[in-house]
């Protein structure tokens, strides 16, 4: 594997968690009528696919092979969530506003995935990837931020299946947190990070680790707000080793 390629891949996706774009509304052909209970039954069953999804090539930093294997279920997860905010339009402004954002983040990561499927195919065969490197990264920066505002704005939409900013377990649960690290009270028995029960860390301490990152774990700023960011922190500090 080209070391430059593997310092590209560490450097610009562990930057990955502060980055945004910027939104704009869809302007395919929508539904006639509108519906706000039509809109979330289509859409937040596809959430969670592209949140794993986002995840697994957030995770894969420096890895090529990982993100190869991340590449097809970008694209697919986000095709579908696109479709289905595409095809359901809502009456009520706050989802109006969040389908926007669904609409502009899916369409970003689509794009994201077929990129990096090429980019790591140019990388893996020692071809020229300057291009395809800067519209993956461009598509995926963008992308990802928005799906975060997306996740946000339904969240404040009263969006099923979306946890409140201020349960720290769910919280804890929906960032993928029980991939990497064990901790009983959230059913998580990860072993890629820290064991929580063991370590039991001081609030303050997770604060910084989630907020900043540590070690192989990425900073989560700009993906979890300030108040998710305490909720989880809030959790695992009363939790752990109970």
């Known amino acids: 594997m080209p070391s430059r390629a593997v310092w590209w891949l560490i450097v610009g996706l562990a930057a990955c968690a502060g980055c945004g774009g910027t939104t704009t509304e869809d302007e395919a052909p929508t539904a006639a009528s509108c519906s706000d209970s039509a809109f979330t039954e289509a859409v937040s069953p596809r959430l969670a696919p592209l949140d794993t999804a986002v995840l697994v090539v957030d995770a894969g930093h420096g890895n090529v092979d990982a993100l190869a294997a991340g590449a097809p279920a970008l694209s697919l997860a986000a095709r579908q969530l696109r479709e289905a905010a595409k095809d359901n339009r809502p009456c009520s402004p706050q989802l109006v506003k969040a389908r926007g954002l669904v609409l502009a983040a899916a369409r970003d990561l ?18 020229a990837y300057s291009d395809l490197e800067s519209r993956f990264l461009t598509d995926y920066y963008n992308g990802s931020g928005e799906f975060q505002d997306a996740l946000a704005s339904l ?50 301490l997770v604060i910084d680790a989630v907020t900043n990152g540590q070690g ?26 109970k």
């Open 216 to 241: 192989v774990m990425l900073s989560f700023e700009g993906k979890l707000s300030v108040d998710q960011i305490q909720a989880v922190a809030d959790f695992v500090s009363r939790s752990a080793g």
């Open 155 to 204: 969240r404040k939409a009263g969006g099923p299946g979306l946890v409140s900013a201020s349960d720290g377990k769910g919280v804890f649960e929906e960032a993928g947190c029980a991939n990497c690290h064990t901790l009983a009270a959230a059913g998580a028995s990860g072993t890629i990070g820290p064991d929580l029960d063991a370590a039991k860390p001081s609030r303050d």
């Open 110 to 127: 689509s794009g994201a995935g077929h990129e990096l499927k090429l980019l790591t195919d140019a990388i893996r065969k020692e071809k």
